[in-house]
């Protein structure tokens, strides 16, 4: 690759090449309170590449690959290179991550305590997750949830937080002195705006926490909340770990001892000023 950057983002490190350069700017950029892989040696190889020679300056398509690919993966146009990278990084995790049980969640602590929240796209994690770092909660990721089957413990893995369409004003005007990243518009998913997490994020992104609660949240409905029974919440994370069944029995224990040791609540909410006060509800009654 003609341009590389790496980063570490938690325990896991990252070598990003591109066959252009405008990419690794913008991660370099975005990433630059990132520190490199330990003892500079990556976990994962992140491929941005044309399909074609000419690809690369006629009609210019970013291809994602590296050591794990999906071949029936569309090109994006190199205006939507940042999001190729992200992408790409998803995948690695996605197809290769075999030391901690995944969960699609957003994370953010408070105290040593984790709050974790899942549920399908367009639920309002990433939101919540964004305006709760600004309430002075430790943003600890925003994709992923690494849970160690050793432990118990949630490790940290602050990615940039992907905010979409209407959710990029909300947290404009709710974190002002944040840093954005460009706005790729007309994207697969919509208009899509990063924000970095913020110092607090980057500086404990070592530092492990106790998941305490978790949360299912609806967005688009009258406030409202209620149980969820172990065997739903299992259900639910079974579908939302991308490698909880490749991880075999380790995995299986890994999930039920998360299922048996927290609380579960659906919360439904018509706005965000509704979600907050919900979080801080059941939060201050754990």
Do not use: C
């Amino acid at each position: 690759m003609r341009y590389v950057h790496q980063l570490r983002i938690g325990p896991i490190g990252f070598r990003v090449g591109s066959d252009w350069q405008l990419p690794i700017t913008a991660l370099h950029d975005l990433y630059r309170d990132y520190p490199a892989p330990d003892n500079g040696i990556a976990d994962f190889t992140v491929r941005l590449f044309a399909a074609r020679p000419w690809r690369r300056f006629v009609r210019p398509s970013v291809m994602i690959g590296g050591d794990y690919v999906l071949p029936e993966a569309a090109p994006l146009p190199l205006a939507h290179g940042l999001l190729a990278a992200e992408m790409a990084m998803n995948l690695q995790m996605a197809l290769g991550q075999r030391r901690y049980l995944l969960l699609h969640a957003s994370v953010v602590e408070k105290g040593g305590r984790a709050l974790l929240m899942t549920g399908e796209s367009g639920a309002g994690k990433s939101t919540l997750a964004a305006l709760l770092m600004a309430r002075g909660w430790r943003l600890m990721g925003d994709e992923f949830a690494l849970i160690d089957p050793a432990t118990g413990l949630v490790h940290a893995f602050p990615r940039l937080v992907s905010l979409k369409n209407a959710a990029i004003p909300v947290i404009e005007q709710a974190v002002v002195a944040a840093r954005f990243g460009p706005l790729l518009a007309a994207t697969p998913k919509g208009d899509i705006r990063h924000l970095v997490p913020d110092a607090q994020a980057i500086a404990a992104m070592d530092t492990p926490a106790r998941p305490s609660l978790l949360l299912f949240p609806r967005f688009g409905f009258e406030a409202a909340t209620r149980p969820v029974p172990p065997s739903e919440v299992f259900v639910r994370l079974t579908q939302a770990s991308t490698n909880y069944v490749a991880m075999g029995e380790r995995g299986f224990d890994a999930l039920t001892a998360l299922v048996g040791g927290i609380p579960a609540r659906a919360i439904d909410y018509p706005d965000t000023t509704a979600a907050i006060a919900l979080v801080d509800q059941l939060w201050a009654a754990l």
